[in-house]
């Protein structure tokens, strides 16, 4: 098991940006496939991104695809997501997520999950 806590949420608004954190401790981070997934009142948990345990592949959502991207630092045992462009419809808690490797988008592929960050955009 490998323990993350995200960061970096708050209230922006639209037409902003923010960058979240997820800080990873315990098991070797680099051994996990990580993951941000969404999940706003009332919805189902959405999945957005998913990058590589090297980095070098990466899936996004394509609705989110050309505002948000996931990165990682295996040194700093991290992964990030910057999001642009921010939208009313962006609200939502926010989540990282890990697994073994293989990108999947099911967050029931996922068994290691942060406690999550709330995002709220404002108009």
């Known amino acids: 098991q490998v323990q993350l806590v995200e960061s970096g949420g708050g209230l922006v608004q639209a037409g902003g940006s923010l960058r979240l954190s997820c800080a990873a401790s315990?098991?070797?981070?680099?051994?996990?496939?990580m993951g941000w997934f969404r999940q706003a009142a009332g919805k189902e948990r959405e999945f957005l991104a998913a990058?590589?345990?090297?980095?070098?592949?990466?899936d996004y959502l394509d609705s989110v695809k050309s505002r948000f991207t996931i990165s990682r630092d295996n040194a700093k045992n991290t992964v990030y997501l910057q999001m642009e462009s921010l939208k009313l419809e962006d609200t939502a808690v926010y989540y990282c997520?890990?697994?073994?490797?293989?990108?999947?988008?099911?967050?029931?592929?996922?068994?290691?999950w942060g406690q999550g960050t709330q995002v709220t955009v404002s108009s």
């Open positions: 997520a890990g697994r073994p490797p293989g990108l999947r988008r099911g967050a029931a592929e996922y068994d290691n």
């Open positions: 990058i590589s345990r090297s980095g070098g592949t990466i």
């Open positions: 315990g098991r070797t981070f680099s051994n996990y496939v």
